[in-house]
């Protein structure tokens, strides 16, 4: 079974810098993909990026970037300039492909919860 | 507005009730997903629908059931109701099951927060 594990329960930084939040998974898988949602305090869950584990290039969405490491199974994210409105709880998430039947159900990480103080 | 509606946003009701929770995908999604958000267990994955029929079921009780009708929408019943049942109910939806691979991008609702008293 896939899991995924998000080992920093809460971080904080300051408007305008640099946070990195850490994700590992597991899997025995070899084509996957990896999502980060974010879940501010209106509770919605909101697509942030995601990365193709075939593409080793690694995603990027404005302020946002991953470091995808494949073989560590490792899969970072990066926020740039952080804004007030970046203060939410972060999901890492992690699906599988199949070409017939199966699910292409998401699996979450239990959160980060990121603060941007100003 | 995500395009995914859920009703009702809030429900408060007593242990031992029964209680339906309604979703309508994003137009032209096929399938939907039904996740359980609480304090301790994080998203739990519930089950998923794929155009009516039942795709992939998840950590889901015996005490809930959920069905997606012809127009797609979908709703969790929730029945016995437990203190622990209290959580956030989220349906997602995306268009998966077309070709059955692909990076699919699950779109969630805003939740469905049930109280249970």
């Known amino acids: 079974a896939q899991t995924?594990?998000?080992?920093?329960?809460?971080?904080?930084?300051?408007?305008?810098?640099?946070?990195?939040?850490?994700?590992?998974?597991?899997?025995?898988?070899?084509?996957?993909?990896?999502?980060?949602?974010?879940?501010?305090?209106?509770?919605?869950?909101?697509?942030?990026?995601?990365?193709?584990?075939?593409?080793?290039?690694?995603?990027?969405?404005?302020?946002?970037?991953?470091?995808?490491?494949?073989?560590?199974?490792?899969?970072?994210?990066?926020?740039?300039?952080?804004?007030?409105?970046?203060?939410?709880?972060?999901?890492?998430?992690?699906?599988?492909?199949?070409?017939?039947?199966?699910?292409?159900?998401?699996?979450?990480?239990?959160?980060?919860?990121?603060?941007?103080?100003? | 507005d995500s395009g995914v509606t859920q009703t009702p946003k809030h429900l408060i009701t007593a242990t031992g009730q029964r209680v339906t929770l309604r979703c309508s995908p994003r137009s032209g999604d096929l399938s939907v997903y039904w996740y359980q958000q609480s304090l301790d267990q994080g998203l739990q994955f519930l089950i998923q629908y794929y155009n009516g029929e039942e795709r992939a079921k998840g950590n889901i009780l015996e005490r809930f059931s959920a069905q997606q009708f012809p127009d797609l929408h979908s709703e969790l019943n929730l029945s016995s109701l437990e203190l622990g049942d209290s959580a956030l109910y989220f349906c997602a939806s995306s268009v998966v099951g077309v070709l059955g691979s692909g990076a699919n991008v699950l779109t969630f609702g805003a939740g469905s927060r049930l109280t249970v008293l």
């Open chain 1, 4 to 118: 995924v594990t998000q080992s920093q329960p809460e971080m904080s930084v300051q408007e305008a810098e640099t946070v990195t939040l850490s994700c590992t998974y597991d899997t025995s898988e070899n084509n996957y993909y990896l999502f980060w949602y974010k879940q501010p305090p209106s509770r919605q869950m909101i697509l942030v990026i995601r990365q193709e584990a075939y593409k080793q290039q690694n995603a990027t969405e404005n302020r946002f970037s991953v470091n995808f490491q494949k073989a560590a199974k490792s899969f970072s994210l990066k926020i740039s300039d952080s804004q007030l409105g970046d203060t939410a709880m972060y999901f890492c998430a992690f699906m599988t492909t199949t070409f017939q039947g199966g699910s292409e159900k998401l699996v979450f990480g239990k959160g980060t919860k990121l603060t941007v103080n100003p």
